[in-house]
């Protein structure tokens, strides 16, 4: 059991948080933002994850786990100091690291004894290093401190799940005491499986990049097949069924949709993309991915308005699903953005509806009208544009809504709707790479 404190109570600190505390330690979660403290402390939590309130409550009332706006003294309480900031893009696609740099001068000031400084964040391949170096220099070379790369694989949606079940836990070090102290931080885990990999900084720094880059190239790859799909009468889902049957290639991230976003796809690419330029690599692989995922969201607001015959002037449109994937409220780089935009752009309205991030999205457009039902948001429209793969829109009544809307046009960017039932009903829709009946 370790005294651990995580800086950075977004996503990633506040499931990390949670998880380590289900493992039995004790964690402080802190972050400089104080109205989320208050609200954590309140019993509210700020981020809609599934199954992460459940553990929160569990290990706050068990006395595990505490939010703080402290942070000195929790860093000084703590044996474990975790960054998990935010490192957005910065200028160039590289990594803005200012606030993960201005931990590091909070965690310099308060090392009163031995502490593993750990990072969490998804950092450059190089950072720890630089990390490393600044504390040396703000604590004049005293050794009272040892540094750990642990990246964050968790997938928003499934975080806690994916955190308490982890494919794999990478620690990189040069400290065998740190590393021993990691490993009973997560013990839990490796009773009856082992899946932590021991390495050093620089490698499991890359190992996150290279990660997130493959996935994202992945679901580029697929978007383009589906494209040359659509141009020569082939069945995309039957392919990437066919082709996720293959061990070699797997079925997973193969789904072809509206082009990928989120917190971290967009942005590691570009990390890496701005790494490889530095050290004067091309990375021809990883700027395809990015180019083809711009294409794709373009894409999909010009079959929008093929759909429409070029004019979208004074059309009602319904964009269902706002969040960048289903059961996460975060709508950052979703490509409902994009489209929303590009309505507006073009003269038209727009009525949102997302079961969980409508809030999320005022805070970018508050000139579109949102709505807490569904049905109520299609009352009247001309079309509807799906972006989320929401299970709701999987089993949406198209026969009530043939009969509420104005008009009969569906954009299917997830392929989530029944093509036989459409065509049926009389609508006109387009999709992703499939088939037309
Ligand atoms: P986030 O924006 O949700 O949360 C960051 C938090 O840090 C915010 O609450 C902010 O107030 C706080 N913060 C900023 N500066 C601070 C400071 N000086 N002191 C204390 N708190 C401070 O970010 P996130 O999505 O949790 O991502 C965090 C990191 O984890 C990023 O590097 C991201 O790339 C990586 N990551 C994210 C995911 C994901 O799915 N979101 C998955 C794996 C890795």
């Known amino acids: 059991m370790k005294n651990i404190t995580i800086i950075g109570t977004g996503y990633v600190g506040l499931v ?25 402390n309140a019993g509210l939590i700020p981020i809609y994850e599934p199954g992460l309130e459940e553990v929160i409550k569990r290990n706050f009332e068990n006395n595990r786990l505490f939010f703080s706006a402290n942070i000195e003294d929790s860093i000084r309480r703590s044996e474990v100091v975790v960054i998990a900031v935010g490192t957005p893009q910065g200028d160039n696609g590289m990594a ?19 502490k593993v400084v750990c990072t969490k964040s998804t950092v450059p391949i190089g950072t720890g290093k630089e990390i490393i170096k600044k504390i040396n220099n703000n604590i004049q070379g005293k050794k009272i401190f040892d540094y750990v790369s642990n990246p964050e694989f968790l997938r928003e949606g499934s975080a806690m799940k994916d955190f308490l079940w982890p494919d794999r836990v990478i620690i990189g070090t040069d400290s ?21 990999t021991y390495t050093s900084v620089e490698t499991a720094e ?47 991230f193969l789904h072809p949709g509206p082009g990928f976003g989120g917190s971290c796809f967009p942005k590691d690419l570009e990390a890496l993309l701005a790494v490889s330029k530095n050290n004067k690599l091309k990375m021809e692989t990883v700027k395809a991915a990015i180019t ?20 979208l002037n004074k059309c009602t449109i319904v964009v269902l699903g706002l969040a960048f994937k289903s059961n996460t409220d ?68 198209l026969k009530r809504i043939k009969k509420i809307m104005k008009g009969n046009i569906v954009l299917d960017t997830r392929n989530i709707l029944n093509m036989d039932q459409l065509s049926e009903l009389g609508f006109i829709y387009d999709n992703v790479g499939r088939i037309k009946k």
């Open 330 to 397: 975060d709508i950052r780089e979703s490509a409902a953005i994009d489209m929303i935009n590009f309505i507006i752009d073009h003269g038209g309205f727009v009525n949102a509806y997302d079961p969980i991030a409508n809030k999320e999205m005022y805070k970018i457009f508050n000139n579109i009208k949102y709505y807490d039902n569904v049905y109520n948001s299609i009352k009247n429209a001309d079309g509807i544009v799906i972006m989320t793969e929401w299970n709701e829109f999987r089993s949406l009544d």
């Open 96 to 114: 803005d690291l200012r606030y993960v740099y201005s931990v590091v001068d909070t965690i310099s000031q308060n090392l009163n004894n031995y």
């Open 206 to 252: 890359m190992i996150k990049y290279a990660s997130n880059a493959f996935l994202a190239l992945k679901i580029s790859y697929i978007n383009e097949i589906a494209n040359l799909c659509e141009l020569l009468g082939a069945d995309v889902h039957d392919v990437a069924n066919a082709m996720g049957q293959d061990g070699r290639i797997s079925d997973k």
């Open 176 to 196: 065998e005491k740190a590393y021993k102290i990691m490993c009973d931080i997560y013990r839990p885990l490796y009773i009856n499986k082992n899946p932590i």
């Open 292 to 311: 083809a995922n711009k294409n794709q969201k373009k894409r999909m607001t010009s079959k929008l308005l093929n759909l429409f015959d070029n004019n």
């Open 16 to 40: 990390t948080g949670a998880g380590m505390s289900e493992f039995g330690n004790k964690v402080i979660c802190v972050d400089i933002d104080t109205k989320k403290i208050d609200d954590l």
